[in-house]
């Protein structure tokens, strides 16, 4: 058929597969033969496929941009919690990126902060403990030594009193003897 440029073109579609010999292509059956679809000298519709495509893409971008795009794009701001009405021009994914990172490392700090607090606080009491066992043993300690040093004290002294007691008797007993000795040496100076 001849198309209003006068070029001649034929335009088949299909959405069967159709086994040519070996190979299964995309085509029409008739019974004087097989049209295939993909074919350029069987057909015209790759050709035209190409043409609607090139003539079309642009508004294809657009309409993918506007549409699908921008539903996306919202339904993930949505997701992450921030609306975009419109009113203050489109809201940027990097700039909603940047905020949200902002925000979290925010809250991590805060959380930093007050485990920082806790952990210095647990180090105070167990600070606090620690001098507190220090002290009560710095005071047994105190207190053993002073007992020990009076039970020393007393017993230097018992031993000074047991030396001197010692002494005594030392000095008893030389006293008998010498006085024993003089007795038997004037008990034989008598005889």
């Given at each position: ?6 070029i001649?073109a ?9 086994k040519v010999?070996?190979a299964?292509?995309r085509g029409?059956?008739y019974?004087?033969?097989v049209?295939e ?10 050709k035209?496929r ?7 893409m642009?508004?294809l971008r657009?309409?993918t941009?506007?549409r699908?795009?921008e ?7 949505k ?11 489109p809201?940027?994914l990097?700039e909603?990126?940047?905020?949200k ?11 930093e ?9 647990k ?5 606090a ?12 300690y105190?207190?053993l030594r002073?007992?020990a ?11 000074k ?7 005594e008797v030392k000095?008893?007993i030389?006293e008998?003897q010498?006085l024993s000795?003089e007795?038997a ?7």
């Amino acid at each position: 058929s001849t198309g209003s440029s006068g070029i001649n073109a034929e335009y088949g579609g299909s959405r069967e597969d159709v086994k040519v010999g070996e190979a299964v292509v995309r085509g029409r059956e008739y019974p004087w033969g097989v049209v295939e679809i993909e074919n350029e000298q069987h057909c015209d519709f790759v050709k035209l496929r190409e043409m609607l495509i090139r003539t079309n893409m642009e508004d294809l971008r657009e309409v993918t941009h506007k549409r699908h795009y921008e539903l996306y794009r919202r339904g993930k701001l949505k997701q992450m919690g921030i609306t975009d009405d419109g009113s203050h021009g489109p809201v940027s994914l990097q700039e909603t990126y940047e905020q949200k990172r902002a925000e979290h490392l925010k809250e991590l700090k805060t959380i930093e902060n007050e485990m920082r607090s806790s952990y210095l606080q647990k180090v105070s009491r167990k600070d606090a403990e620690v001098k507190k066992k220090l002290n009560e043993m710095q005071v047994k300690y105190d207190g053993l030594r002073k007992a020990a040093n009076e039970e020393r004290d007393k017993l230097e002294e018992e031993k000074k009193k047991v030396n001197e007691e010692l002494a005594e008797v030392k000095k008893t007993i030389a006293e008998v003897q010498r006085l024993s000795a003089e007795q038997a040496n004037g008990k034989k100076g008598r005889k």
